[in-house]
């Protein structure tokens, strides 16, 4: 994809996000926009009897040529055969985003019985796509206003990074607010990663690859800055400080499902309030997904598989894509946990799965979907 490319696709997501954004605010009686970057956007549609399903939507870089990733943490069946239709629309091209979301909000009213907000047709590609138009410029006589490419792809970076770029600012000043953001404890957690990996490279034994280690510590950044990780959905810790391997604690599910009243119980009986996740990363990272496996409490349903590895087509090579986020991998993890019913088995609570086990698994699970392809199977198959 050329800069120009790239740009422009930048700037037809950002005007997607503002016709989000204006279109469903945050009061909205039906349907709301709670979060819109150009890396997640986070909608709640509010039914007839005023109950709240949140669904997240995960932007890749590559967007809009790979389409909008969607989940949602609730139980609700009707709420993920809507999702499933989305991910087998095959839509593609610009506009993917309100394409999608105003499929979605269709959907999702005629599936609780209630009328279509008339600012769905806000939402319709025409209408934003003149409105982009004009914000790169354009005009029927072939001449642009816009800003030149250099400047205007600066931007962009600055926007995949989560950045709001103002004027005046300079690369120094948005270092500065990443740090602040980040915040010293953190810092300091990066900082002592770099020391670690720069003595190991001084020693003749440097771990991983140049390339994978330079976007683990971009995906840990990011991780570090993000809202999900502030309010305490899950935290990262590092395995003895190696960037290959981290440790995953999971705190918050839907509060409707069995998983998260499961976890209330389990803080009362063993003063733990989290499934504890392993996630290990090879060399050839981003290319290749980490191996990923749930180690302690043990559990059932929530598609695991014996040892703790789980069932998605996501953590194999041919459902894998080099542009998905660590956070989203997190996110959609706990969101696939809570559709499959997941329960904690209390009796072998104090337990823990292991390594060799899981791994024989996941190979065993692989051979079988490269045979008879991926599926989703019954949720009491786990």
């Avoid at 999608?100 to 209408?127: D, F, G, M």
């Avoid at 690369?171 to 010293?184: A, V």
């Avoid at 570090?224 to 960037?243: G, I, P």
Wanted: hydrophobic fraction near 35%; charge should be negative; charged fraction near 25%.
């Amino acid at each position: 994809m050329t800069s120009s490319s790239t740009s422009s696709n930048f700037a037809l997501l950002r005007q997607e996000l503002k016709t989000l954004k204006s279109s469903f605010p945050k009061d909205h009686s039906r349907f709301r926009v709670e979060l819109a970057t150009i890396d997640e956007v986070e909608l709640v549609f509010i039914g007839r009897k005023k109950e709240h399903k949140v669904i997240h939507c995960i932007l890749s870089e590559s967007y809009p040529s790979t389409p909008p990733m969607w989940f949602s943490e609730t139980e609700d069946s009707g709420v993920s055969s809507v999702l499933d239709s989305l991910a087998k629309s095959g839509t593609a091209g610009n506009n993917v985003l309100l394409i999608q979301v105003k499929q979605l909000l269709y959907e999702l009213c005629s599936l609780h019985r209630v009328e279509v907000p008339p600012e769905a047709e806000l939402l319709n590609v025409t209408s934003a796509a003149d409105v982009y138009d004009e914000a790169i410029g354009s005009s029927e006589d072939g001449t642009s206003d816009a800003e030149p490419d250099a400047n205007r792809h600066s931007c962009d970076e600055a926007d995949h990074m989560g950045l709001v770029m103002v004027d005046d600012e300079t690369e120094k000043e948005i270092k500065e607010r990443e740090d602040r953001e980040i915040g010293d404890g953190n810092l300091a957690v990066l900082d002592r990663i770099k020391h670690k990996q720069r003595k190991d490279f001084q020693d003749g034994a440097p771990c991983g690859t140049v390339q994978a280690s330079d976007r683990l510590m971009k995906e840990l950044r990011e991780i570090y800055r993000s809202t999900h990780y502030k309010n305490k959905h899950y935290d990262v810790e590092l395995a003895n400080d190696c960037l290959y391997e981290w440790n995953i604690r999971l705190y918050k599910f839907d509060s409707d499902s069995h998983l998260a009243k499961d976890l209330i119980q389990l803080k009362s009986k063993e003063s733990q309030d989290y499934l504890l996740l392993s996630m290990s990363f090879k060399d050839s990272f981003p290319f290749v997904p980490p191996f990923v496996r749930i180690v302690h409490p043990m559990i059932n349903g929530g598609y695991v598989l014996g040892g703790g590895a789980i069932c998605m087509e996501l953590l194999t090579t041919q459902g894998w894509s080099s542009a998905y986020s660590l956070e989203s991998l997190v996110l959609q993890i706990c969101a696939t946990l809570v559709k499959g019913k997941a329960r904690i088995q209390f009796g072998a609570s104090q337990g823990k799965y292991t390594l060799p086990r899981a791994q024989q698994a996941f190979r065993s699970l692989v051979q079988i979907h490269e045979k008879r392809g991926w599926y989703t199977p019954p949720k009491e198959d786990g």
